[in-house]
């Protein structure tokens, strides 16, 4: 399962719990991506990142000059 590399968060176990107080096992998945980063010496590196990690500014993300031309049109 997907680990976000900058914070390290990962999935969890814990119960569902129902009306009548029943107990079932699942899991608590981080929302996590596959993005491009921008590393500070300059080189783009591929990394998974929680969604929380790219909110709050902790990577920059990297968006190549066609793709740019592209999202200004």
Known sequence: MAK?????????????VSHSNRHTNRWFKPNVQKVRVLLDDGTVKRMNVCTSCLKAGKVRRYVSKSQSVALEA
């Open 4 to 16: 976000c590399e900058i914070c390290g968060k990962e999935p969890r176990a814990g119960k569902n």
